[in-house]
């Protein structure tokens, strides 16, 4: 069975069987779950057994790896976001070979999508992505083979891949991660979308757009980590949403400016350019009846909290979106380091505040419908 702590496992406590029983009967997709951040404690623990660093060629010391573990056994304490990026040298030392990265996809993927015997599934449909990585035994190509693979044992209608890009990367990495994603889509492999991801002080966006607008050309799915700090500018906001993601991560620090435009009932014209995709339109898997431009925000309520970019749930930005009927996905992030579960991140909604949001049954149906509806693998229209 998974062990939850933390704000997620407070909120579930606290809960009914009977409620319980409901959340877990909602069909969920989890549309937001990073591989490298989802590997179980125990599979790391495995894999740690495995490790040397000269197996690995990894600059990552055995001590350094040996105290990120602890510290995920124990439970990290963040005091914000980029805090958290210091634990995936050591992670990715650990899943640096194809053997450890294949064992690594089949428990996330496992630990997601199958029974445990005790409490059903996590989740119906699951997103999994993850960041094309070259080390010294893998190309990038042979990474998403391998990750592939382990999906594929599943059926289409309970797994797919977004690849992710990262921010840090150079103009030549994004152009080899962008074009295995549609090598592989046009294959007919189960690769569905883009995701660009990593440190969100970091990099430059503007390389991003001709590769980013080429995925979407292919048909590929968008979705992009934005406004995960009050640093990140309205101006990045803006160059980011000109390529008219589907989907957002987080969302956190948008200004209000932005949101309103989201919410209006009238074309966006102002504040929302739209980059020269010269696909024919309307892209509408992020549009409502109208053809408005409503983006699903992918809400990951444990990762907020814990990287203090969020202080309560009281002060949380879904509250503005669900005030606006604006679609959203619950999801878990990266459930190794945030310690959660899709269980653990719907108890957030149903639980009374102040542990939880305090919804009614009524809108989480909804808002778990939401979630199905956003998935990258509906049939375009
Ligand atoms: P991977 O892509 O499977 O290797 O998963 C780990 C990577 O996901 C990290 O190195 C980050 O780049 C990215 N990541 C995980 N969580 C977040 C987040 O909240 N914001 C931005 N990037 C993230
Ligand atoms: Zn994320």
Not at 95 to 103: D, H, R
Not at 234 to 261: C, M, N, V, Y
Request: charge should be negative.
């Amino acid at each position: 069975m998974l062990q939850i702590a933390g704000p997620a496992a407070l909120a579930l406590a606290s809960l009914q069987a009977d409620d319980v029983h409901f959340l877990r009967s909602l069909s969920k997709a989890e549309l937001h779950a990073h591989l490298n951040g989802s590997i179980p404690i125990n599979t790391i623990l495995e894999l740690a057994q495995q490790y040397s660093p000269s197996i690995a060629h990894t600059t990552v010391e055995d001590k350094a790896v040996a105290k990120t573990i602890e510290r995920l056994k124990s439970g990290v304490s963040l005091n914000e976001v980029s805090d958290f990026f210091y634990l995936f040298p050591a992670i990715y030392a650990l899943t640096s070979a194809p053997q450890a990265l294949q064992t690594a996809t089949c428990a996330v993927l496992q630990s997601f999508l199958n029974d445990d015997g005790t409490n059903g599934p996590q989740c119906t449909y699951l997103e999994l992505r993850t960041t094309p990585r070259e080390t010294p035994h893998m190309t990038r190509e042979d990474y998403l083979e391998t990750v592939l693979i382990e999906m594929e044992r599943y059926p289409a209608t309970q797994a797919a891949l977004i690849v992710s890009v990262d921010r840090r990367m150079s103009d030549m990495d994004i152009e080899e991660c962008v074009n295995l994603a549609i090598k592989f889509k046009n294959s007919g492999r189960r690769v569905v979308g883009i995701d660009l991801c990593g440190d969100p002080l970091k990099g430059d966006m503007q390389i991003f757009t001709k590769h980013i607008l080429r995925a979407k050309e292919a048909g590929l799915g968008l979705t992009v980590h934005i406004a995960e700090t009050t640093k990140n500018t309205p101006e990045e906001s803006q160059l980011l949403l000109s390529w008219r993601p589907d989907r957002l991560g987080h969302a956190t620090f948008i200004s209000e400016e932005l949101k309103d435009e989201f919410f209006a009932d009238t074309p966006q014209q102002t504040m929302l350019p739209e980059c020269d995709t010269g696909i024919t339109k309307p892209q509408a898997r992020a549009s409502d009846a109208n053809g408005w431009y409503k983006p699903c925000i992918e809400i990951c309520l444990s990762s907020n909290l814990l990287c203090k970019s969020v202080l309560s749930l009281d002060a949380h930005h879904i509250h503005d979106y669900l005030k606006n009927d604006h679609p959203v996905v619950i999801c878990t992030d990266d459930v190794l380091p945030f310690r959660t579960s899709c269980l653990g991140e719907y108890a957030l909604l149903l639980a009374q505040r102040p542990l939880g949001l305090g919804l009614d049954r009524k809108d989480i149906e909804r808002l778990a419908k939401m979630g199905m509806d956003a998935a990258f693998l509906r049939p375009r229209t």
